[in-house]
């Protein structure tokens, strides 16, 4: 099995920074892309960016030129720096990896989520 686990969430004031990071464990052979959605109160997920393996980005039109997503290999972790938050930003920040297992299998994985909270 892989775990996903999420840290970095907080409360920020409109226009502050926040890093999360997202750090993967387990039967890891290759992480494939590494993504990143939140899901503010009452709506639907909603996809904030991905990463490819290698270095490709894309974010969504929300959060172009805010955001930015990395990763590194070493440690099989991905980020999501956010700067000049919003209010419209709060949400639970959830991640998300394509990962080809040991066993040679390709699954989808999710962390358990962090909440992001901007005060205007």
């Known amino acids: 099995q892989v775990q996903l686990v999420e840290s970095g969430g907080g409360l920020v004031q409109s226009g502050g920074s926040l890093r999360l990071s997202c750090a993967a464990s387990g039967r890891i052979f290759t992480i494939h892309t590494m993504a990143w959605y939140r899901q503010a109160a009452g709506k639907q997920r909603e996809l904030v960016g991905i990463?490819?393996?290698?270095?490709?980005?894309n974010y969504a039109d929300a959060v172009k030129g805010r955001f930015t997503i990395t990763r590194t290999h070493a440690n099989n972790t991905g980020y999501l720096y956010m700067d000049s938050l919003k209010p419209e930003d709060t949400a639970v920040y959830y991640c998300?990896?394509?990962?080809?297992?040991?066993?040679?299998?390709?699954?989808?994985?999710w962390g358990q989520g962090t909440q992001v909270t901007v005060a205007s």
């Open positions: 990463i490819s393996r290698g270095g490709t980005t």
């Open positions: 998300n990896a394509e990962v080809t297992t040991t066993t040679l299998r390709r699954f989808d994985y």
